[in-house]
């Protein structure tokens, strides 16, 4: 069995940590025989992976001099981004699509799947994290513009945050500069997840941090993923520099 991530620039020395939970929308063999019973089409959506969010990790982690960390399994096989209790780690249903392959998985499968990627992708993070000084962690994800039976979503980018909002006031401030962008604070989702990735590696230890949501028709295309991760890096510096005065 591979790796369930791939770590890219782990020898940059940046205090930067990019992260991309969503970053593959791939079954590994070990799992229903590499395939979930949904058609391709499914697969191809967000339900199954964050559409263009590894591109941007990709660009960002390069413009910052920082490691990044992808994962390598859908986020239907086991959320690497929720906690091990929380209920929606294994989806049996997700956005009208019924995953056949997650509809009778008990507890020990799920044990499994954990052991198997969720445990190892987190023990990956937590080992880049701990080969820094004050790092800061920034973690891309992407969001589809509408959920189906849902009013059509109008923002472009999100920043996502609970109680530390050392990095998300400062970002949000020079996104909002741009007349042009529609930016959700703390939308389209709340940014407190009790146990989600950046809770447990960046609000309980006190790491500095934030997430951003992009919506993935706008880095659907190699070139806008490389442009948003460059238009990004500056801005998350200015903002790191603001919340060390």
């Given amino acids: 069995m591979t790796a369930p991530f791939h770590i890219e620039g782990s020898d940059r020395d940046s205090r930067w940590v990019v992260t991309c939970d969503h970053a593959s929308n791939r079954v590994p ?63 049996k249903i997700y956005d009208g699509s019924i995953i056949p392959a997650n509809r009778h998985a008990e507890a020990a499968e799920i044990e499994r799947r954990l052991d198997l990627f969720h445990r190892p992708y987190h023990r990956a993070l937590e080992g880049l994290l701990a080969a820094r000084t004050d790092p800061v962690i920034v973690s891309i994800h992407s969001f ?82 490389v442009a948003w991760g460059a238009r990004l890096a500056p801005m998350l510096d200015a903002a790191l520099k603001i919340s060390e005065v």
């Fill in 29 to 91: 063999p070990e799992v229903a025989n590499g395939d979930l019973g949904l058609p391709p089409e499914d697969m191809a959506r967000h339900i199954a992976y964050d559409v263009g969010a590894a591109g941007v990790a990709r660009s960002l982690a390069a413009a910052l001099n920082a490691p990044v960390i992808l994962s390598d399994f859908s986020r239907l096989v086991i959320d690497p981004n929720r906690g091990e209790d929380d209920p929606t780690l294994l989806m």
């Fill in 144 to 225: 589809t513009r509408q959920l189906r039976g849902h009013a059509a979503r109008p923002w472009h980018v999100g920043v996502l945050y609970a109680g530390d909002t050392r990095l998300a006031l400062p970002l949000l401030a020079r996104l909002n500069d741009d007349p042009d962008l529609c930016v959700g604070d703390n939308a389209p989702y709340s940014g407190h997840l009790p146990n989600d990735a950046l809770d447990r590696h960046g609000v309980q230890p006190g790491r500095p941090h934030v997430l951003i949501e992009l919506r993935n028709d706008l880095i659907a295309q190699e070139a806008d993923q």
